[in-house]
């Protein structure tokens, strides 16, 4: 039970997660994850930047950290204050949430399940240690039916049953079965608006993700550190340059709203020379 493993209150600065697995591991493939991710206060004529600022949270990362740290480290979370914190060349400064929306939350869940599933106890020590894995959205205003995954899986893969690494995402259509026919001037449950929008989106006839009921492919290499690389959206007040930050790997864009975040993403999937595979099933 997730209770047995979590307090009754909880500070929302620092992360709070729990992990389930049946008690003998084999007699279940089911696991479970309840992931809360830290939302510090912040004064709300802050600026919310997507770098460390004066008003931001942030944390810091040693240069040899390793993802085993990853948690305890964004539990020493702090708010720069007056921007002139922290000088030391030794440690880089992590923003805690370049994101405050459901993007962030997105990213936080993928950069966690990839962080436990490299934990030595989750590792099975042959080639699937390394294979790609899939990521299923589902929103509050939606539940999956029974059948979804067996609908879903295969289109993962080739016609010889192996895993095809053409297909970047698929996407089941929206469907509300609280809003009758009258009332649905888009269309909406015959999934007729979503192909419209996805025709605008990408002029080529290609589906665009809207976030829930969508599947992702996710493909990370072995020993990847969960901070990464990124050019800062704003340019340096001396050099005039965009520089380069740390930040926490971030598979959805984190630019824009989650329907927008994951329709941007898709674009990049498909630009890339992925495949998209629009489910035609509610």
């Known amino acids: 039970d997730l209770r047995q493993h979590r ?54 990362v040693p240069q ?20 002139i914190e922290d000088s030391d060349l030794d440690v880089n400064l992590v ?40 990521l299923s959205m589902c929103d509050p205003h939606h539940q999956f039916q029974t059948d979804f995954f067996h609908t879903t899986v295969p289109h993962f893969f080739t016609d010889y049953q192996e895993l095809s690494s053409n297909v970047g995402f698929t996407q089941c259509p929206k469907y509300f079965p609280h809003v009758d026919d009258k009332s649905d001037y888009l269309d909406n449950n015959d999934a007729q ?31 990847e550190l969960v901070w990464e690389l990124a050019k800062r959206r704003v340019r340096d007040r001396f050099t005039k340059r965009k520089s380069m ?20 993403s898709s674009m990049k999937k498909i630009y890339r020379g992925s495949r998209s595979q629009f489910i035609n099933r509610r």
């Open 7 to 60: 307090v009754d209150t909880h500070d929302v600065q620092t992360d709070d997660v729990a992990d389930w697995a049946p008690k003998q591991p084999q007699s279940l493939a089911l696991r479970l994850h309840y992931l809360a991710r830290a939302r510090p206060v912040e004064d709300e004529r802050t600026l919310k930047t997507q770098h460390v600022a004066p008003g931001t949270w942030y944390y810091k």
């Open 64 to 83: 040899n950290a390793e993802n085993r740290d990853w948690l305890r480290l964004r539990a020493n979370a702090v708010e720069m204050v007056y921007g």
């Open 95 to 134: 923003p805690l949430q370049t994101s405050r929306g459901t993007v962030g939350g997105l990213n936080f869940a993928e950069n966690y399940l990839f962080v436990h599933a490299e934990r030595p106890e989750n590792l099975r020590g042959d080639e699937t240690d390394n294979l790609p894995y899939l």
């Open 193 to 223: 608006f979503f192909r419209l929008n996805c025709m605008i989106r990408n002029c080529c006839g290609g589906v665009g993700s809207c976030g829930t009921n969508g599947t992702w492919l996710i493909k990370r290499q072995p020993g």
């Open 245 to 264: 930050e740390y930040v926490e790997h971030r598979f959805f864009d984190e630019n824009c709203t989650l329907e927008a975040s994951c329709a941007s």
